[in-house]
């Protein structure tokens, strides 16, 4: 995982295989194979979209752009404004173009957020910032994020351009607050809520909500659609900040303990915190605060975090935002997608175990 | 100076001096004192603006982008947008709102400009990367570019909208660009036109043409706009990369030699080099490209850029974007504020003196 990153990270990477059952059993295809397939042909569009718009005469642009886009990420947030205009019946085509917004913010902050993490690796591969340095890493996020709002100007819709300049400000102000907490032990469970609320969960629920603005949804069609993307949005950061501690994770070759290292203050840490005794608390401080780690700190972590139920606890929490994901898209029309949107919320929690 | 930055800068932080005559008298208020003060009203209420438009309530983002907004820069785009409006009897105040987002987006790429410079100084004053660190600058910065387009989207005017998402997207190219040449010896004027068209003077385009598209102007008065603008950003950041090399600005006590430090291939050194002889190539060689610099090497390469004439030569081409900035303002209605914007375009050239 990347911690401050907007969400790309552990839980996506995992979607991208089947899902395997607690009992070990392989259970076909994941619910994030069968949502792809439901948009498969206009994810192809997208993509073409994608690929077409990140041109420039300046050719470090879609070089270094390509290295991210092509770099087999599972483009959930696009899926999701797709699936969301499936799932009301927008038979229309702009929400191609609008869907390729999404990835472009996603994909600027992306490139923003390895510069902020010092980041090395992302989904397997050397980060943009290792190869190209952190100047064009930079830039070209600048260039993406400005080339979504060059397509949103050209679909023309105000209610697009406010839903998701909107999102823009609101995930620059969760990772601002984020690093801010970052280190401080006083960080309580609601100030990680509005963390990841903003650095996540808001891109989801816009994501979501502009599949009900061009095809032209009520008030109330929008409203469940961006309380299914936020909830969702949330839910799906709780347990990627859960996997990141997880043991499971590290016996599937994935990256451990990067939050810990980074002296990030995630739910998991703020509920081992809470129960902690005097040299529990000294030992966080001495990890998460004063970042002096030794060997054997995040074994120690972990065993501290299974004294408290911390992981469980956590996945419980999300737990709560799985309900209430399931309870927005509720009233919509049952058929396919619906349920395939129903699992891929169920999904997110399957990932954590 | 700061090289890759898109502008603000040595030219900039001299007009806030009143100006001085080549025979070393003063001549009274400076021609940007004289233009500022004829949109004095309007660039307060700008200036309320963006204190107000910048808040968050996550702490550090208006204290850091306060550091910046409060440094003293003269806010010469913002008053661009002003002066233009005025100059085409413009009487709404939806210009005021659209100026402080011209602000917001330059004040954004000199944050990012600043960590991809790893500046330490801007305006006399340490850099915010300096005092909060890279991260931050890189988070505020991309909060500052989505708060201007809210701002954008409020005032609702998807010509606006397009004119700014698209200059946007040209600066990060023209940064990119820059990047890209840094060191590559083989940089031409046409290539270095680009950069410093992208990078700095689209925006200078951008700020003079939505002063038309509020005020209802017809195609013709917009292109008349946009072309002042282009060719006044051309100009001053043609001034402003002489004056990196100016003794001139030495005995005033500013840096010289920033962009020489960092290889940047600039009007000076591109006339320099199109004459140099083969020890000379190699003098820039080692110097730019290979960054192996020794002490003498800017008076060397001072020297040189003397023996070809390079200074003088940038200053006429400075000339050429002079007059075309002259003509596009030439046919509208003679008045103060007509008189104010052709003084500030001389004043550009007079800084590089």
């Known amino acids: 995982m990347r911690g401050l990153s907007p969400a790309a990270s552990a839980a996506e990477k995992h979607s991208a295989t089947a899902a395997t059952r607690q009992d070990g059993k392989p259970s076909g295809p994941s619910a994030m194979d069968r949502l792809q397939a439901l948009v498969a042909d206009d994810m192809a569009a997208v993509n073409a979209c994608i690929l077409d718009r990140m041109q420039s005469p300046v050719a470090l642009i879609p070089q270094?752009?390509?290295?991210?886009?092509?770099?087999?990420?599972?483009?959930?947030?696009?899926?999701?404004?797709?699936?969301?205009?499936?799932?009301?019946?927008?038979?229309?085509?702009?929400?191609?173009k609008l869907a390729a917004c999404v990835e472009f913010i996603h994909t600027a902050t992306l490139l923003h957020d390895d510069v902020v993490d010092a980041s090395t690796l992302r989904r397997g591969r050397e980060t943009?910032?290792?190869?190209?340095g952190n100047q064009a890493s930079v830039l070209v996020g600048d260039f993406l994020f400005s080339r979504a709002f060059e397509l949103m100007v050209e679909d023309g819709s105000l209610d697009v351009l406010r839903i998701l300049s909107a999102a823009s400000s609101v995930i620059a102000e969760g990772e601002v607050l984020q690093l801010t907490t970052t280190g401080d032990l006083a960080t309580d469970e609601a100030?990680?809520?509005?963390?990841?609320?903003?650095?996540?969960?808001?891109?989801?629920?816009?994501?979501?909500?502009?599949?009900?603005?061009?095809?032209?949804?009520?008030?109330?069609?929008?409203?469940?659609?961006?309380?299914?993307?936020?909830?969702?949005?949330?839910?799906?950061?709780?347990?990627?900040?859960v996997l990141d501690y997880s043991a499971r994770q590290a016996t599937l070759g994935k990256t451990?303990?990067?939050?810990?290292?980074?002296?990030?203050?995630?739910?998991?840490v703020i509920y081992a915190l809470a129960g902690a005794d005097a040299p529990e608390k000294a030992f966080w401080k001495r990890c998460l605060e004063d970042l002096d780690q030794r060997d054997g700190d995040l074994e120690q972590a972990l065993s501290l975090m299974g004294r408290h139920d911390a992981l469980p606890r956590a996945m419980d929490r999300a737990r709560d935002y799985v309900r209430d994901a399931h309870a927005a898209?509720?009233?919509?029309?049952?058929?396919?997608?619906?349920?395939?949107?129903?699992?891929?919320?169920?999904f997110v929690i399957e990932r954590g175990h």
Chains 1, 2 share one sequence.
Request: aromatic residues 6%; proline residues 3%.
């Open 64 to 96: 270094l752009a390509g290295h991210l886009v092509s770099s087999g990420g599972k483009r959930l947030r696009p899926v999701l404004t797709l699936a969301c205009a499936q799932l009301i019946g927008f038979e229309g085509r702009r929400h191609i």
């Open 128 to 132: 943009a910032n290792e190869i190209w």
């Open 191 to 241: 100030t990680y809520l509005d963390v990841i609320g903003a650095k996540t969960a808001v891109l989801f629920a816009a994501a979501c909500e502009i599949a009900g603005v061009v095809a032209d949804g009520d008030d109330d069609t929008r409203a469940r659609l961006r309380s299914f993307g936020q909830a969702l949005g949330i839910a799906f950061q709780i347990v990627d900040d």
């Open 256 to 268: 451990v303990g990067d939050d810990f290292q980074e002296g990030k203050l995630t739910l998991p």
């Open 329 to 346: 898209i509720a009233p919509f029309a049952d058929g396919p997608m619906k349920q395939a949107l129903s699992d891929i919320v169920d």
